[in-house]
DNA sequence: CTTCGTCAAGAGCAGTGCTCTCGGTTTTGA
DNA sequence: TCAAAACCGAGAGCACTGCTCTTGACGAAG
């Protein structure tokens, strides 16, 4: 069964046909999708969907995976258009990227990064795919202390925070002293409340100018972090 | 009618009992609102509640006004609580005022800053409670120039955001150097993804120290403003 | 060619926000 | 004092939701 069979290849394409709608459905209603509302913009019965998602639940676990992808593959682009060596230039394409996409899919970044749905627990295939931006960004941090590009921060973390930031750092696999991770997470933490605030509505009507605004405030977190221009 | 008659004090009592069991019924179920659950709740039939609050939103409305004046009145008194002299202490007690009620009240406090809820927009009477967090923060780094404790940042704004930032100042009556104010605004942006991603949890599990990675990560943002210590 | 697995459809259940009407009570004003 | 007006809770009902179960039809495999 190299080839998939007729029925197999149909099937896929529902399933992709019911996805592409419910996204639609989606950016116009915001999350509270109805699975009756997509059966009826392809024409089926409510009960059809189930034949090829179990529960609502389900069918928005697929959305938010794809679009944790979908994140993760903007911003890794981003990083890798930038010269390896232009830290702090990777750094601002990066941001920008997520800050462009999430704009642009503001339903799918309020699933992925707003309030929990109440019973919604996500699965753990989400986790690796949620981690791609911020490890995106320790990417940087890492060829930066590498390259000895990046000075460290001059004192060292207070112990028991400096065993857990440690700790991370091990189990992202990255080299870099707690100090500076920590910095960078600081970095991470910043951008998601950028972002968050300006598609949230919380900061639209006195700042005009919002292009410059983002790349000011991913420069202090730059700098914070000790990023060389270029 | 000084004396407000006997039907208008059931009736405020009526209204307080009612937001008190919806906020009950926020801290378990999530942002999900049963306006019949409430009022099976309170033995009463789902349109009675009608005679007190127009719609599900209005309700919603109330608690989200009564919960924004909660977290503003958390952060000002522990703002007020430290030497006024005493910046950083200030920034670190109002700080961690936030996170203690966020923590306390993590329903309400995705109500507030979680994704909006679709068709729902927050009326003019929630902007002047939901600024007052940020304004306290802003009253310490006004304090701060006042008192000439605070080296503003070496570099001023480029032109196009400068005047933006400038204007929020005006706006805010406070006269801060727009240089100054743009990293009053990243501490800000930065505390509330700070409690975002512990709150919405991306950051448990690799962070058993949370407290001290919290006033690690404000600290790094007072570091940024230019809060001296003591 | 027949059997088996898959499919869409429909009915139905429990739940939701919200509207309207119907009696009963309280407050108000003449 | 007493009728009119305002207010209140209960109930029925509408349109909607996620989800389950059954039924009948169709295509694929033996």
Chains 1, 2 share one sequence.
């Not at 069979?5 to 709608?21: D, N, P, Q, T």
């Not at 112990?159 to 091990?170: F, I, K, N, Q, T």
Request: with cysteine; aromatic share 6%.
């Amino acid at each position: 069964m190299l080839a998939p069979s007729l029925r197999a290849r149909v099937r896929a394409g529902m399933i992709e046909e019911i996805k592409a709608v419910a996204r639609r459905h989606l950016a116009t209603d915001g999350a509270n999708l109805s699975l009756r509302a997509v059966a009826r913009d392809m024409g089926m019965v409510s009960s059809a969907i189930y034949r090829y998602f179990p529960s609502r639940d389900d069918l928005l676990t697929a959305l938010i995976l794809e679009a944790y992808n979908a994140l993760g593959d903007a911003v890794e682009a981003a990083d890798a258009g930038v010269d390896q060596a232009d830290l702090r230039g990777r750094w601002h394409a990066a941001c920008r990227a997520a800050r462009t996409w999430a704009l642009a899919h503001p339903a799918e970044y309020a699933l992925l990064y707003g309030s929990p749905v109440p019973g919604y627990a996500a699965p753990d295939d989400t986790v690796a795919p949620a981690q791609r931006p911020p490890e995106t960004l320790v990417g940087i941090l890492r060829d930066g202390v590498a390259a000895g590009r990046i000075d460290p921060p001059g004192e060292d973390l207070p112990e028991p925070l400096r065993s857990d930031v440690a700790e991370l750092a091990a189990l992202l696999a990255v080299d870099l002293p707690p100090a500076l991770l920590a910095r960078g997470m600081a970095g991470w933490t910043q951008l998601f409340g950028l972002i968050s605030f300006e598609l949230f509505g919380r900061i639209n009507r006195t700042l005009p100018h919002r292009d410059e605004y983002f790349d000011h405030q991913t420069g202090l977190m730059a700098d914070l972090i000790g990023l060389p221009a270029t």
